[in-house]
């Protein structure tokens, strides 16, 4: 079954409500224009539903008019979430037909966490264009794409304005930024990955972070971020090394890499803060 770009109407009936609705003018069953109140659709769509055979009420009045049980209103449910999902009715006609009510949790959990994910990630993509533009940062979509792939330092760039916006640091990582080319961020990154490698190589070689070999690889991560960013002293080094371990989002970059690397980097940051004064 394929889904299908739709928009719908917001689905506001939820099975709780159905399997405990309780019809206003008493007895086991509800007439058409409260079924259209609750699930927040017209009672258009209710008749049109009835006609083609997709939701036809399992009671009438002697009068003709429709009456809704517990088990229509637990359908309806079913069909608005699914047409929430982008089916289109006979698709969903299809798929009411053919599952166990079981089976249709499960379909629509995955399907609404499959979407969820989606929209997820175009709000990061609105998001850091939107970040992007603010920074001045003169890539085309397709250039930061290349360069960064999934990993755009400018996502969080919001957060980085919030904690240090008013910094002397900030002011001048923002003016170096907004010059750099493509050529530069490939360099910029090229160079960072190079020297966590080694980093790693260092710590899975059983050097200790507070030696001279360690302590020069931290330097040289602290000259990286002097050259390509902000001016960065020993003490804001230090300050770095200890988000490593303490932000779960520093930790886990680096653990992608090597097992315990967050820790062993952020020992030997504090450690050449120290002997650098």
Not at 43 to 71: C, K
Not at 122 to 142: C, D, F, N
Not at 191 to 209: I, K, Y
């Amino acid at each position: 079954m394929r889904l299908r770009s739709s928009v719908t109407a917001p689905l506001t009936l939820t099975r709780r409500q159905a399997v405990h609705w309780r019809p206003s003018e008493g007895g086991t069953r509800v007439n058409v224009g409260e079924v259209a109140a609750l699930a927040g659709v017209t009672v258009r769509t209710l008749h049109h539903y009835d006609r083609i055979g997709l939701l036809s009420p399992s009671g009438r009045t002697a009068s003709g008019y429709r009456r809704y049980s517990a088990a229509d209103l637990d359908r309806l449910h079913q069909v608005l979430v699914y047409r929430e999902l982008g089916f289109t009715l006979e698709e969903v006609a299809t798929l009411l037909a053919a599952d166990d009510p079981g089976e249709h949790f499960r379909r629509q959990h995955r399907l609404l966490r499959e979407r969820l994910e989606r929209t997820r990630a175009m709000v990061a993509a609105v998001e850091m264009e939107m970040e992007a533009r603010q920074m001045g940062i003169r890539l085309t979509p397709e250039e930061r794409f290349e360069v960064f792939g999934e990993h755009d330092p400018e996502r969080h760039e919001a957060e980085v304005r919030e904690r240090w916006g008013d910094t002397d640091a900030y002011a001048q990582s923002a003016r170096r930024t907004a010059a750099h080319t493509k050529d530069d961020w490939v360099r910029i990154r090229a160079e960072g990955e190079a020297l966590t490698r080694r980093m790693a190589d260092a710590l899975q070689a059983g050097v200790a972070p507070e030696t001279p070999p360690a302590m020069d690889l931290a330097e040289e991560h602290r000259q990286q971020i002097s050259r390509n960013f902000y001016a960065c002293s020993p003490g804001m080094h230090a300050g770095l090394g200890r988000m490593y371990v303490e932000d779960e989002r520093f930790t886990a970059t680096y653990e992608q890499v090597a097992p315990g690397l967050a820790e062993w980097v952020s020992a030997a940051v504090q450690a050449n803060a120290v002997r650098r004064g």
